[in-house]
């Protein structure tokens, strides 16, 4: 069945670490996007890319990076410089044009800094 | 302020209560999608409507899309403890129209057997 897969469920970061999130789908969809859940803020846009080789920022990319090889493969990295990422992080990905396409979403990876 | 404003914020009823949840816009709406999150989990798609005066339903979940009011609403008829949960609203507006979604801040619902 196709789908989004992100990896790992939980994860634990020590301050000053950089850690990287994977997020893959199989859906043969050209867009991806990584999303930041606070309680009570809803979805925040992270980094998204509409074709493979290229990405744009969002409203919160600072303290972030992403990059985009292959068209499956969308990995978001928390750098350091992140002064707040303990949070619920959302991959999803769309098939064209957000107007007629909707997302499809992963089941997220909760970071928290220990 | 927000680009897209969801109220109310939260919402407690008792088994099998009407209820509606409202999304409103602030910028021109392109297409509007509801969807539903169980804690710590992904989001699942519900409905999108694109037409002004469009009205979708699915079990006893309907939406419709005031494209006057730049403004939808999500009814949800005789709740039941599966229905509980946040609810979002995503729209493709404005300027960003066609590359990204905007969401909104979400409706957490609580439904009381």
């Known amino acids: 069945d196709g789908g989004i897969t992100q990896s790992p469920k939980y994860l634990f970061r020590k301050e000053g670490q950089n850690v990287t999130l994977s997020c893959e789908q199989n859906?043969?969809?050209?867009?991806m996007y990584w999303y930041r859940q606070d309680p009570g803020q809803g979805l925040r846009l992270i980094y998204y890319?509409?074709?493979?080789?290229?990405?744009q920022k969002g409203d919160i990319a600072e303290g972030y990076s992403v990059s985009r090889e292959k068209k499956e493969s969308f990995p978001l990295t928390v750098t350091s410089a992140q002064k707040n990422p303990t949070a619920f992080y959302l991959c999803?990905?769309?098939?064209?044009?957000?107007?007629?396409?909707?997302?499809?979403f992963g089941s997220g990876t909760r970071l928290t800094v220990v | 302020s927000q680009e897209l404003e969801q109220s109310p914020q939260s919402l407690i009823v008792q088994e099998g209560k009407n209820l509606t949840i409202n999304c409103t816009s602030s910028?021109?709406?392109?297409?509007l999608y509801w969807y539903k999150q169980k804690y710590g989990e992904g989001l699942i798609f519900l409905m999108m409507?694109?037409?002004?005066?469009e009205e979708k339903s699915h079990e006893k979940i309907t939406a419709k899309l005031d494209e006057k009011k730049q403004q939808s609403s999500l009814h949800i008829t005789a709740s039941q403890p599966s229905h509980a949960g946040i609810y979002l609203c995503?729209?493709?507006?404005?300027?960003?129209?066609?590359?990204?979604?905007?969401f909104g801040e979400g409706t957490q619902l609580t439904v009381n057997p």
């Open positions: 999803a990905s769309s098939m064209g044009q957000t107007f007629n396409y909707g997302y499809t």
């Open positions: 409507l694109q037409k002004g005066g």
């Open positions: 890319s509409q074709i493979v080789n290229d990405f």
């Open positions: 910028k021109t709406l392109y297409g």
């Open positions: 995503g729209a493709d507006i404005g300027e960003t129209s066609g590359s990204r979604l905007t």
């Open positions: 859906l043969n969809h050209d867009a």
